[in-house]
């Protein structure tokens, strides 16, 4: 999340929620496509720092070769209100490769994969090239980002998270590395999500996380206090 580079590493801890609709269509076996809606704002905070809302939309396809890994494309853009003098843009092309642990297995009927255990490991890796346009003289910027998140899912009343009805927990942790120091305060940081999720049936998903954030205003800083928030997310496929 952008934010104005006069902040210091001494910022109290900010409360945000989030909003994030899915919407993909499974084309078939090897290729599907998405697009994600990514509504942020800042609901806490100390009274001294600047307010922020923030709305991403981002666009993405993803083909599966083999069935231990995807490999994903994407394109997001984002503003970002930083306070009520600057806004600013996001444009984001990455490309990431997510590696199932315990092999997926196609199922004969649906274009779904369908994970072959109970409990759920992946690790989704992820280069992002970032560039940042402001509405005031803050200079134009970009560089690259790594990220790289190990998740796990596991589903308490079904034998897999896949099945109709399944209400399972998520947790994973996040680690976002830049050797650039970009005009923002979450350039580089670590991430941390618990929660839970509830599988209607194939076409709908939901799922609310609590996130916890550690950042710091440039690769050379230490990290700051951690930010938290809600994150509630919708998922809809055909």
């Known amino acids: 999340m952008l934010q104005p ?12 929620l989030w909003g994030n609709l899915s919407l993909d269509w499974i084309k078939n076996k090897q290729i599907s496509f998405g697009v994600a ?6 609901i806490s905070k100390p009274t001294e720092d600047p307010g922020w809302a923030s709305l991403g939309v981002t666009p993405s396809i993803e083909y599966t070769r083999v069935n231990w890994m995807d490999v994903t494309g994407e394109l997001g853009v ?20 997510r590696f199932h642990f315990l092999s997926t297995l196609a199922d004969t009927y649906l274009k779904e994969k369908l994970p072959r255990r109970r409990l759920v490991l992946r690790n989704y890796l992820r280069l992002e090239w970032r560039n940042f346009y402001y509405s005031d003289e803050t200079q134009d910027t970009s560089g690259f980002r790594l990220r ?13 998270i896949s099945d109709n009805g399944a209400i399972y927990a998520i947790g994973d942790a996040e680690f976002f590395s830049t050797t650039e120091d970009l005009a923002e305060r979450f350039a580089s940081k670590q991430r941390f999500r618990i929660g ?13 996380l609590y996130v ?14 951690g930010d ?7 998922r809809r496929l055909w």
């Open 5 to 16: 580079t006069h902040l210091t590493a001494q910022d109290q801890t900010q409360s945000q």
């Open 37 to 42: 809606i990514d509504p942020k704002a800042l």
């Open 78 to 97: 984002t503003r970002t209100k930083q306070d009520d003098h600057v806004n600013s843009t996001e444009l984001t092309p990455a490309l990431g490769f």
């Open 148 to 160: 790289d998140r190990f998740e796990t899912l596991y589903p308490f009343n079904r034998p897999r």
């Open 196 to 208: 839970g999720g509830y599988r209607r049936s194939y076409t709908w998903r939901f799922e609310a």
């Open 212 to 225: 916890w954030d550690r950042s710091r205003h440039a690769a050379a800083e230490p990290f700051v206090k």
């Open 228 to 234: 938290q928030a809600v994150d509630l997310r919708l």
